[in-house]
């Protein structure tokens, strides 16, 4: 049963990567380079905002039995829907003042994201209720649809309306899985506010921990050039592909770790094993598929290693990450999570990541040495305290 969770979680993963790759290098081609940046960083606002929105909802859902799912399900719309038209809002505001207005791209964009994380939390559902068969029927039809419309937009070089046709594909997919897995999409009756108090501590964690990534790619806008910014995207695509194996074991094995501790270790030995060859393998590939969408991919011969290095780094922190996070250490991963995101806030301020063409990257590794340092510590202390329980 667990194989068979990995493997059908981990298709879906990978099949929404390859979506939204084929996208991101069909904009890539068609697309200006100011036009391009401006489309990227909106990607990227969005995403950072809906994880926000979430308010660490897939989690919750996730810990969820069959029987409680549909009230997971119905808690996580309330909170998720209210929240996002917040987001929405604060979104419009960043987008008017940063890219002189571009609203309709950006609604577009806004709309694509929201969809998006939809489809996640009704795919970990449909995972709670042992339905793996409809989530992957789903992936693919999606992925099917998207290759249609990747295709049809390559030849006629639709530009930024290519995201309207996925939006459309997408949303009647939805209705689809929503039938299939039974489940009915009504709101939670309690207040919004009671629901956000009781949701606060749990989510806190999600949220920490899950927002580095956008806020990276949205920070990061206000120091690179376009150019720099535009092939800073293309390493973060290629790392998010690099995680799919690493998000599918976290996924099936936290909760065994949690019950069966001296499994803990050997999970901490295979991802770290799966980080050091995914670092080997994106190492050898990435300057050819580099090649494919920069012109001057020799000014940036260097970047393969140290992203290589940093996917390497960041799989040995995601095994320590989850190490506490399977022993009940909650606090000490938010404390982290929460410590770090803060140390970036000041390093990138402090360190001008636009003086090169690589040093963006350096950055970027140099804090995932951070993150494994902090991880580390941690555990240590978290073993200690786990000791003084036992004796």
């Not at 999600?206 to 690179?224: D, N, Q, R």
Request: glycine share 4%; proline share 1%.
């Amino acid at each position: 049963m667990n194989k068979l969770k990995i493997i059908s979680i981990s298709q879906s993963i990978i099949i929404k990567l390859v979506m939204n790759f084929g996208l991101f290098f069909l904009l890539a081609k068609q697309l200006e380079l100011g036009e391009f940046v401006n489309v990227s960083f909106c990607l990227s606002l969005a995403s950072l905002l809906l994880v926000l929105s979430e308010f660490g909802q897939r989690n919750s859902i996730l810990v969820s039995s069959e029987m409680t799912v549909q009230a997971s399900l119905s808690k996580a719309m309330k909170i998720f829907v209210v929240n996002s038209l917040a987001s929405f809002l604060v979104y419009l505001i960043i987008v008017g003042v940063d890219l002189n207005g571009s609203y309709f791209t950006a609604i577009l964009i806004f709309f694509y994201s929201f969809v998006l994380s939809f489809s996640e939390l009704l795919a970990i559902c449909a995972r709670v209720t042992s339905k793996h068969k409809f989530e992957l029927k789903f992936s693919y039809l999606s992925f099917l649809a998207t290759a249609l419309v990747l295709v049809f937009s390559f030849v006629f070089e639709q530009g930024v309306f290519t995201i309207l046709y996925i939006i459309i594909f997408r949303v009647m997919l939805l209705f689809a899985l929503i039938k299939s897995i039974g489940l009915a999409l009504k709101m939670e009756s309690t207040s919004y506010f009671s629901l956000i108090r009781k949701e606060f501590t749990f989510a806190i964690d999600s949220v920490a921990s899950s927002m580095y990534g956008p806020l990276e790619l949205t920070i990061s806008k206000v120091f690179l050039s376009p150019l720099q910014y535009a092939t800073f995207q293309v390493c973060q695509k290629f790392c998010q592909a690099s995680f799919v194996l690493i998000q599918s074991l976290s996924n099936v094995y936290i909760p065994i770790i949690s019950k069966e501790q001296k499994l803990n270790w050997v999970y901490v030995f295979v991802s770290i094993s799966l980080g050091g060859t995914c670092s080997i393998i994106l190492y050898f590939g990435m300057e050819f598929f580099l090649g494919l969408i920069l012109d001057n991919v020799d000014d940036y011969k260097i970047i393969p290693f140290y992203i290589s290095l940093y996917v390497f780094l960041r799989y040995v922190a995601a095994a320590l990450g989850s190490h506490l996070l399977a022993f009940g250490y909650k606090g000490l991963r938010v404390f982290v999570s929460i410590t770090l995101i803060f140390n970036y806030l000041i390093a990138i301020t402090y360190f001008n990541p636009s003086s090169s063409n690589d040093a963006f990257v350096i950055s970027s590794v140099i804090f995932s040495i951070s993150v494994v340092l902090y991880f580390l510590v941690m555990v240590y202390r978290g073993f200690n305290i786990q000791n003084k329980k036992v004796y």
